[in-house]
C-alpha cells in the first residue's frame, strides 16, 4: 500500500470534485480533502484497515497442530479422534493462539480479534476462557503450554518435536 498524494500534483482547486476523480483516476481507493474533519480521517482510516484485515484474514479451513486437528470450517476440534466440544469463541481464541504459536499475545489484541469492540468485554472474560481451553484441551497432557506471562499477556507454547509450528506460523 502507498499513499498517493494527487493535488499537489495537479493544478487544480482545492475541494473540486476534478481533484476527487484525478485522484481516483490516478488509483486511490479514496480521497480526503486537506479541510476534513479529524473524525472523518480517523473514520476512513478505521474503514481502510477493516478491509485489509478481512482480505487477510481468510484463515486455513483446518490445521494439524500436534496430535489436535482443528477444522476451523466445521467448527471441530479433535484430539486423536476424540472430538472436543469448544463454544465458537474457543475455537476463535484456540485458533489465534496456534496460528501464533510461541507468539506473545497481549490481552487487549485477544479482547480486539475475538470480541471486537465489545465494550463489556474484560480482561478477566480472556483469562476465563484461557483457563477453560487449557482443561478442554488437556493442552499440558500433550505437550503444550499455554502460559500467561505476567502482565503482558499469554503464549502457547510447547515441545517442538510435538508442535506442529508450521502450521503456526
Do not use: C
Request: proline share 4%; charged share 20%; aromatic share 8%.
Amino acid at each position: 500500500e502507498q499513499l498517493l498524494v494527487v493535488h499537489d500534483e495537479l493544478d487544480l482547486p482545492a475541494g473540486s470534485a476534478r481533484v476527487t476523480v484525478a485522484a481516483v483516476d490516478a488509483g486511490a481507493d479514496d480521497f480526503v480533502p486537506s479541510d476534513s474533519a479529524p473524525e472523518e480521517l480517523a473514520a476512513r482510516i478505521r474503514a481502510v484497515i477493516q478491509r485489509q484485515q478481512s482480505r487477510s484474514a481468510q484463515p486455513v479451513q483446518s490445521v494439524r497442530f500436534g496430535e489436535y486437528l482443528v477444522e476451523y470450517g466445521t467448527q471441530t476440534v479433535t484430539l486423536r479422534g476424540k472430538k472436543i466440544a469448544l463454544t465458537p469463541k474457543e475455537l476463535d481464541l484456540f485458533w489465534v493462539f496456534i496460528t501464533n504459536f510461541e507468539r506473545l499475545l497481549p490481552k487487549a489484541e485477544l479482547m480486539a480479534s475475538i470480541w471486537g469492540r465489545d465494550k463489556a468485554i474484560t480482561t478477566h472474560t480472556v483469562s476465563q476462557h484461557v483457563y477453560t481451553l487449557r482443561n478442554k484441551l488437556s493442552l499440558a497432557r500433550n505437550g503444550f503450554q499455554l502460559a500467561a506471562v505476567y502482565g503482558a499477556g499469554y503464549r502457547l507454547q510447547g515441545h517442538p518435536e510435538s508442535s506442529a509450528s508450521s502450521a503456526a506460523r
